[in-house]
């Protein structure tokens, strides 16, 4: 009878806790920080910023991102390459199990083109990523004018 009780209450907890999960998390992945720098309105292309932390046991990889406010999207890199930087398209992104993958200015970002309107400081948008194992997830994009600090100063693995 106590084992039943027991299992009752937490089938009774369960949809509560679920009514307050963070909608930026992909089990066992967790997106932080989400954000575009503001563009000039003539610019047809922007770029998003984010960092993805993996909680899991095992390794995952973002394979793709789409967005309605673009017409294409791309994972991007900047690579130094003879003593130039250059950006380039990458297929996918490792995000090691227990460790993390950075998305920042001058390293990897989703590039957007055919971006319609420019969004304003304080804009937001949603931005969809495809991880290999972790499946889809929405996530929303806050436009701002600066780079944000970062929360903790931390070593970050690419």
């Not at 990889?61 to 930087?85: C, D, I, N, Q, W």
């Amino acid at each position: 009878m106590t084992i039943r009780k027991t299992l009752f209450g937490l089938a009774l907890l369960l949809p509560s806790l679920l009514a307050h999960a963070d909608p930026q998390v992909a089990n066992p992945l967790q997106i932080e920080g989400v954000w575009s720098r503001e563009m000039p309105p003539v610019t047809q292309n922007a770029a998003v910023y984010f960092v993805v932390r993996n909680g899991g046991t095992e390794d995952d990889r973002l394979l793709g991102a789409s967005t309605p406010v673009a017409e294409k999207a791309e994972l991007h890199e900047h690579r130094h390459a003879g003593g130039v930087m250059k950006m380039q398209q990458v297929q996918s992104v490792a995000i090691p199990a227990g460790g993390s993958a950075e998305f920042a200015p001058m390293g990897y970002h989703v590039m957007l083109f055919g971006v319609a309107k420019q969004a304003k400081e304080g804009e937001r948008f949603p931005l969809r990523l495809r991880f290999e194992k972790a499946g889809e997830t929405e996530v929303e994009v806050t436009v701002r004018r600066e780079a944000p600090m970062p929360a903790s100063h931390g070593a970050h693995h690419h």
